[in-house]
């Protein structure tokens, strides 16, 4: 099963590419990238730190629930997400199940070295909060960017930017699971399948003559290898989806 910010947007989490997907009239594929922590790490952690409360308030929804229904029934089963939000292990799907391969938008890690710490993604308190090192203010408005407590250099959200390699270890992980067989099913729901090991991905359990499920409102790179198109929101689809998948008994 393959996710995208199409099944966190019912919880009000806007897509990177959608309408909503601005911020400050900015375009988060910019703000996204190394380029633009280095010209303005303010900026960039404003909008992380805005999203990570927006993710704090917001309850997975029926997209979610049915993911981890159907994580339950399956004899194997691995989500590989590119989301950041926490919203898929808030509705019950075990860590073990799933992997994030974008990061984790509560983690927050070093530029630098390779401190990192998890904040209290499920808190209303802004993780690292006490421990915050202000950097001597640019301008009249205060500034504060989280500081490494080891070697002293700039803090950076976990997450995977534009241009970055993937998490090693998370690779390792779904090249595992890939190399273990083909699937039966794979589902892909809510994303625009940008990227090509999201392609492969989707694909290359299915070459054996498993099916491929999309849902998605909107065409994709991946729907013209289908086996069937779900053109509605992921919170509509995914429940009778994983109903009729877990009827069929053939998980
Ligand atoms: P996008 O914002 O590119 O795409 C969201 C997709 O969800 C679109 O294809 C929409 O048609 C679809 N969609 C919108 N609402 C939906 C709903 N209610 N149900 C189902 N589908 C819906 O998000 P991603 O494909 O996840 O990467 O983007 C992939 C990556 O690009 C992100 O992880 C991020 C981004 O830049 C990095 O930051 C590296």
Redesign the pocket.
């Known amino acids: 099963m393959i996710t995208?910010?199409?099944?966190s947007?019912?919880s009000g989490i806007p897509?990177?590419?959608?309408k909503d997907?601005y911020w400050r009239n900015l375009d988060?594929?910019k703000l996204?990238t190394p380029e633009a922590f280095a010209r303005d790490p303010q900026l960039v952690w404003d909008w992380y730190n805005e999203r990570r409360q927006r993710i704090r308030k917001a309850q997975p929804n029926a997209a979610h629930e049915a993911i981890a229904r159907l994580a339950q029934h399956a004899d194997e089963f691995l989500l590989v997400t590119?989301?950041v939000d926490d919203l898929h292990a808030r509705a019950g799907l075990p860590k073990e199940k799933s992997v994030q391969i974008?990061g984790d938008i509560f983690v927050t890690r070093c530029s630098h070295c390779d401190f990192s710490e998890k904040g209290r993604g499920g808190s209303p308190e802004p993780p690292m909060r006490g421990r915050l090192r202000s950097i001597a203010p640019t301008s009249a408005k205060e500034v504060s960017i989280p500081r490494c407590p080891q070697c002293a250099e700039l803090m950076r959200p976990g997450?995977?930017?534009?241009g970055e390699q993937l998490p090693w270890h998370e690779l390792q992980r779904v090249d595992n699971f890939l190399d273990g067989g083909g699937c039966d099913v794979v589902i892909v729901?809510?994303?625009?399948?940008?990227f090509g090991y999201i392609i492969d991905w989707a694909l290359r359990p299915s070459r054996d003559g498993g099916e491929l499920i999309e849902?998605?409102?909107?065409e994709?790179p991946l729907s013209r290898f289908a086996t069937r198109l779900v053109r509605e929101?992921?919170?509509i689809a995914l429940p009778r989806i994983v109903d009729e998948l877990t009827n069929r008994g053939a998980l």
């Open positions: 995208g910010a199409g099944v947007a019912e897509t990177f590419r959608g997907g988060p594929a996204a590119q989301n974008h997450v995977v930017w534009f729901a809510g994303t625009t399948a940008t849902i998605n409102p909107e994709t929101p992921a919170a």
